[in-house]
């Protein structure tokens, strides 16, 4: 399941209040549009800058309930030059949580690094990362303004961190 040969950390991307944005006033909007996916309206993030500055860093994945749905859609409303692995959750997806996806990002991640960048991380999901033997990073975003700046700092300074991290044990 994992892209073979590739030495990146993984950066597991959420859709749900990290890309498709909800929960802000009205009148209020983020920076954005709606558009229509799958006949419902979805406030999409112009974050696809952002999300290029990682893919330079990182395999990206898709780690959403919207599973291929995200493919179908994303990479042309985000400026994505292609499409981009994605979980399968084999229907155990529950809105306002993400604790269902472990199973499958752990399956996925192997004993890779891996950071995760989603809005409903649990207490499970703390857990089961400060347990993983890999190095592992829970980036919590806000449902109503998503993937920031601050955000892709952070995810750059860990893979900047794990690199340096490698370069010594090789030396």
Known sequence: MTARGNTLPILFVDVDGVISLFGFP??????????????????????????????????????????ETANEYLPHLLGLPEALPCLTFDGRAEFGTAHWKLDAIEEYAADRPLAWVDDSLTEDCHAWASERQAPTLLV???????LRDEHVDELLAWADELTAVSERRST
């Open 26 to 67: 009205p009148g209020c909007a983020p920076e954005g549009r709606f558009s229509w996916i799958n006949g419902v309206p979805h406030f999409i993030s112009p974050c696809g800058p952002r999300l290029q500055r990682l893919a330079d860093r990182y395999e990206l994945v898709w780690a959403t309930g919207w599973e």
């Open 140 to 146: 919590q975003t806000k449902s109503d303004v998503g």
